[in-house]
C-alpha cells in the first residue's frame, strides 16, 4: 500500500505565505505539520484519507508555494513567451517500418537528418516559424550523436527546442534500467552527460534555444505490471532519472542559469495513485500527486539519493502531460483541479491533438491558446505533431499536418539505412476538408505555408547533375536556371558576382543545353560574371550532414596512398576538420574534374577560399603558402606550383612558427633553398634545424651583421651621398653659366644691372633706400 494523498492547502494559505519571512515561515511550517499529525489519531476514516500526510508532504506543499529559486541558490531558466509548439518526429518512409531502424530512429535532432530540417534539405524548420509555432518538441535523443546544429539552426529561425531523452537507457539497452529494478541513475547520468557534451551546452551554459527538457514521455505507460500502472515503479525511474540528471550537470560543470525539467505523463487513468482534493482519480493529476510524494519521500520508493532532489523539484521541476482530448474537456477535467493541487506549479501539454471524432481543429487550438494566455500555471502546448508517420500502424496515422508527396528531394542516411526525402504535402482535417496547416497557422496568427513550392524543384538544392538540371529546366523560369548555373559554377571553384554582368550570366542560362554543356562552358569561355580561383580547394560542404561527411572522409582515406593516420593533431578535434584535410589531400592527388573528384554525392565541394576561409583553421591543404598546413601534403601543394617565390614564403613561415620568431642572416641562401626544395617535409625540418643563415630565436645561433642581409642601410646612404653630389653640381653650373653670360656682354655697371638676376636685385635694393 502506497501512503494516503496529501491534504492540499487552500490558495490563501499559499498567498500569505509567500509574504512570510523565512524565520516566520519555518514557525508556521512546524505548526502545520504538527496539526496534520495530530489529526490523524482518533479520526474517522473518512477523516483520515482527507487529511492523512507526512511531514514531508507538508514542507512540499508549503515549499513549493514559498520558496524561490533564489532562497535555494539555484538560477533557473524561465521564459515569459507562451509555448506554442509542434511536436517533430519526421520519419522519413512512406510505409510501415519493422526494423532496426524503425525502432532507434527516432533522433532528428542529428546532423544525420539535415536533409529534413536544414535549409538545403526540406526544411522543416522554416516551415514550422511559418505556421506561427514558437518552439519545436522533439524525441529520442541519441547521446553518441551532437545537436549542436540542430538547437543553432532552430535558434537562428527563432524557435524554442523541447528535447526529449530517448527510452533506450530506460528499457531498451542491454542494461536499461528496467533490469535494474528502475534505479536509472547510472543510466541516465551517463546518457544526459553526453548530451551536454555534445551540443546541450554552449560556453559551459545551456544552449539558448532549450526551452525545457523532457526526461522521460509517458513513464506510467512503460513501468506497466499485470495489474496496469505501478505508481511505485515510475516514480522509481523518474526520481533516479532526475538523480543522475544533476550528478551529469555537476560533472560537466554547467553554469548560468538552469532549465526546467519535467516527466510527461500520459492522460490515461491510474487507480493506484492519489485522489485529488475531491476524492478523484484525475488523469495525469494523480500520477503528477504520486511523483511529488517520491521527491519528498525518495526511501518509501525504495530510493536513496545521491543529490538534494526536494530542492530541485521546489526550483526547477514542472509537470506536463499528454491528451488527445478536446481543450474544453481538459479545462474541466484537468485544469480546473490542478490549480487546486498545484496552483504555482507550471504545466505543460507536450502533446495535444484532438483528432477523434474529428474535430475543426482551428477552434481547438485557438481556444487551447486563449487557456495558456489566460492561465497562471499553463505554460503552453505542442500540437501533435507535423508529418505523418507512415512506419506506424494505422491508428497512429491519424495526426500530422502535412503527409509525403511524389516529388524526391534529397536522401538520408542512418543506422546503415538509406531513406528518401519526399516533399511535404498538407494534410486534410477530416472534419471540413480544409488544410490542416492552413488551420493551425490561422489560430495561431502565424504568417501560413506556401504549399505550392514545396513539391517542384529549387535551384538551391537539386543535385548537380543532368537530373538536377532537367528539374530546373522544367521550371521554365531563366532566373532559376541562372541560380543553378551558379551553384555549379561555385562548385568548380570559381568566385561568382552575378551583380557584375547580371545580362551576361540571364544569357547563359538561357544558351546551355545540358549539365555537360554548363561545366563545358564555363572552363573554355571568360566571364565578366565569374572569375576562377587558383587557390580552391576540395573541401567537406558545410551543407552536408555528419554521417555523409564521414563516409566521404573514409572513401577519400581508402582510395589514395595519403595514409589518413598522418592528419595533423590540430586537425583532429572536429570531424569537419578532418574532413577538410583528407579530402583537400585527396583532390590534390586525384586532380581532374571536381564535379566528379571533388563531390561524394554533395558531402564534398571544391570552392574558393571566399567559402572556406570563415571556418579554415589550418586544415584546408591548398595552393596559399600563407594558409596551407605546414605539413608534407601542404608542403607538396607549394611545390607542385613551381614557383620559388611561392616556396619562399612558405619556407619564412614554418621558420616563424617552428623556431620561435628566428632571423634569416643570408636572404640567398633562402632563395637558393626555395628555389630547389628537398623532396619531402621531412628533408625541409632535418635541413632548416642545421641551417646556418637562420639565427635568433630557439636556434642557439647569434644573428650577425651581414652587409648581404643586415646592412641594407648602407645602400640606401651611399644612394642619398650620391643624389646629393649631383644636385650640387647641376647648381654650381647654372651660376656658373649666368656669370659668364654678363662679362661677355663687356657691360658697364648699368648695362651689367640689365641681366636679370641681378636686375631684380639691384631694383630690391633701390626700394629698400626709397623705404628708409
Known sequence: MSPQPPVPLAAASFASTSSTSSSTFMVRLEK???????????????????AATTAATAVALLLAASCSEAALGLEVASSQEKIIGVCYGPFPAKH????????????FMTEAAKPLWDAYGRDDLQIIKQLGANTVRTYGNNPQYDHSAFLEEADQRGLGVIPGMSDWEYTQAADSCKKKGFNCYDNIKRAYLEMLQKGFMKRKRYHPS?????????????????DGVDPKMFSKLIISAIDGLISAEKEAGVKGALIPITATFSYAMCPKCPRNTAQQIVPGLSQMLELRRAFYDPQYYGYQPVNDIKAFYESR??????????ASELQLQFFTPYQ??????KVAIEEFHSWQPPKDQMNEVRTMKAMADASPVLIGFSFFEFQVRYDKMDSERNFGLFGLGDYLISNLKYFDYTYDVWCLTPATNPYNGRPLPLEFSEAVGGEGVDFEPL???????????????????????NDAMAEFVIRVAQHMGFDVNKDLDLPGLLAFGEQVTSFDDIVSKLKSTKHIWANFNERSACVANRNSDATSVGLATDEACRSTAFNCANIPLECKSSQWDTADYVLSTYYNLKKGDPLENCHFEGAARF????????????????RDPETTPLTDEGFQAIKNLGDWHQMRRFVKRYIRKNFDGADIADTEDLAQFSANPPDSMYEVQRLLKNALWICGGNTKRTCRVSVSSNLWWWNYALASVGAATVLTCMC???WVKLEHCCIKAETTLTDFARCKPFRELNEDDAASSDSH
Open 340 to 345: 487546486v493541487e498545484f496552483p504555482t506549479t
Open 96 to 107: 510501415l517500418v519493422k526494423n532496426a531502424a524503425g525502432d532507434l530512429l527516432d533522433d
Open 32 to 50: 502545520e505539520m504538527r496539526r496534520r499529525k495530530s489529526a490523524l489519531p482518533g479520526a474517522s476514516t473518512s477523516s483520515k484519507k482527507a
Open 455 to 477: 513539391c517542384i524543384a529549387n535551384p538551391f538544392k537539386v543535385s548537380l547533375n543532368q537530373y538536377g538540371y532537367n528539374a530546373v529546366k522544367g521550371l521554365n523560369r
Open 732 to 734: 654650381v653650373f647654372i
Open 607 to 622: 570552392s574558393s577560399p571566399n567559402y572556406y576561409r570563415s571556418y579554415d583553421r589550418g586544415c584546408v591543404v591548398n
Open 317 to 326: 521541476w514542472m509537470n506536463s502531460f499528454n491528451s488527445q482530448n478536446s
Open 210 to 226: 532549450i526551452r525545457h527538457m523532457v526526461v522521460i514521455n509517458e513513464p506510467d505507460l512503460k513501468t506497466l505490471d499485470k
